[in-house]
């Protein structure tokens, strides 16, 4: 059974890693164009690569969910591994072929990173490639740059297929010795920002949102509940104010720092709205949602972003998250009066609230292969809007880098949109058929439930 308050977390992880490569291109064309103008989205989308973390944490609390009948031994192993592998590789093959595409029309390049930069790989072409689309550590980024987060996930795969094999009442225990390799390596200096050969992948602190998540679905398929509403209001409150905080990559915030600071409060927030779900009581979304809103617009109002002043980030932050928890606390209150004075008007309401959060679990649905494919739609558009002429009279407009607010808005709108377009279109032509085709085979081989 599919949690849909999971799935529609998903959907917005992926929408934040949309809007922060379209803000890291939009940057891009600022500069080309020599334009002193700030980005249009900035602050809280400025670290949208916490929708990474976010689905780092979804994948561990998921892998919980989906394994919590199984019976461990190495059938259910085996079956667990071949059911995570071949969900990620296909699609993936698809995504890096189109980012083979883009290396030999250029040159031998390969797009590395969301602004368009683009250089050679130190390593001998053919072992690059192979370890690209093997999603094997490497110094290089893959030839599609967000595979490095695909090479964590299969690493996860393959040691949470070897805790299958252990009995169900030792999985805690394990994943408490594991965190505790993590820590220790770190201490001894043996991590690295990023994962460039077995070693740094193997200790890396990342895999530490992993193990959070399988710690949440352990609380909550054991019925583990408590405060669950509290909770998801606070994790809601603390992952927008860390995110607001967030100022440049540092070797802290590429390791320990988006972990602690990003990964604990999506973790958090995933066992709230599980366990609501779970409960019934998805009512409570409805002030979390309210009170992130309120607390995001208020952030965006100072126009700041991750280079300003920390101590202008963190007045900000203060008080965007002081009007977050007022609005929640007013959404409560007028909850509460209405279901005391006007309930019919408060059930009138359910039709609204229950289509929203299954549009987001759609785009949860479909978020893997927007994940893959959606920075070729944004640099198809790009490069469209390029071509517009500098002294064209549409330039204000088509023409991104150009003065004004309006094709900036334009390429946030049009981008966001077109990345959900093609993340449909890979997941109806490249995702869901290799899902029903491997299914189908998976049923043979091992004769048991789809995981």
């Excluded at 461990?72 to 592998?85: C, K, N």
């Excluded at 550590?137 to 964590?152: C, E, K, N, R, S």
């Excluded at 009279?393 to 049009?414: E, H, K, Q, S, Y």
Aim: proline share 5%; with cysteine; aromatic share 12%.
């Amino acid at each position: 059974m599919k949690l849909q308050s999971v799935q529609a977390l998903r959907g917005i992880a992926a929408l934040l890693v949309v809007l922060y490569h379209a803000r890291a291109l939009e940057l891009a064309a600022l500069v080309r164009s020599g334009s002193s103008e700030a980005a249009l989205i900035g602050g809280f989308f400025a670290s949208g690569f916490a929708g990474v973390d976010l689905f780092f944490v979804i994948s561990g609390f998921i892998m919980v969910w989906v394994t919590q009948d199984l019976r461990p031994g190495p059938i259910a192993s085996a079956d667990f591994l071949f059911a995570r592998v071949t969900r990620v590789y296909p699609v993936w093959w698809v995504a890096a072929a189109l980012g083979l595409l883009y290396m030999v029309l250029s040159g031998g390049v390969a797009l590395i990173d969301s602004s368009g930069v683009a250089i050679k790989p130190g390593t001998p072409e053919y072992q690059y490639l192979v370890k690209s689309f093997l999603l094997i550590p490497q110094a290089d980024y893959p030839v599609l740059l967000i595979g490095w987060t695909l090479i964590h996930e299969i690493y996860f795969y393959l040691v949470f297929a070897l805790l299958l094999l252990l009995p169900r009442r030792f999985l805690p225990f394990a994943l408490l010795g594991w965190g505790a390799l993590i820590v220790g390596a770190s201490l001894l200096g043996l991590s690295l920002p990023i994962a460039q050969n077995v070693l740094t992948l193997v200790v890396h602190p990342m895999t530490m949102e992993f193990i959070f998540g399988a710690a949440v679905g352990l609380m909550v398929t054991s019925g583990m509940f408590w405060r669950t509403g509290l909770i998801t209001l606070l994790s809601m409150l603390w992952l927008v104010a860390a995110m607001c905080l967030q100022g440049v990559p540092s070797p802290y915030t590429l390791q320990w720092g988006r972990v602690l600071e990003i990964g604990l409060p999506c973790a958090g927030l995933i066992y709230g709205m599980a366990s609501l779900n779970d409960q019934g009581r998805l009512a409570w979304l409805i002030p979390a949602v309210a009170g992130a809103v309120a607390a995001v617009l208020i952030n965006q109002l100072f126009g700041l972003d991750p280079a300003s002043p920390v101590e202008a980030r963190r007045g900000a932050v203060i008080l965007a998250v002081i009007i977050g928890g007022v609005t929640m606390l007013i959404v409560l209150w007028t909850g509460w009066l209405l279901g005391q004075a006007r309930p019919g008007w408060l059930l009138a309401t359910t039709a609204v609230w229950r289509g929203l959060l299954g549009m987001f679990a759609h785009l949860g649905n479909w978020s893997y292969s927007i994940y893959l494919f959606h920075l070729f739609a944004l640099g198809i558009l790009q490069r469209l809007m390029a071509r517009t002429e500098v002294t064209s009279p549409l330039a204000p407009i088509f023409r991104l880098g150009a003065p004004g607010i309006l094709d900036n808005l334009l390429f946030v709108t049009a981008g966001t949109a077109a990345a959900i377009a093609a993340g449909w279109v890979g997941y109806m032509i490249a995702e869901q058929p290799a899902q029903a085709a491997f299914g189908w085979l998976r049923q043979r081989i091992f004769r048991t439930r789809t995981v």
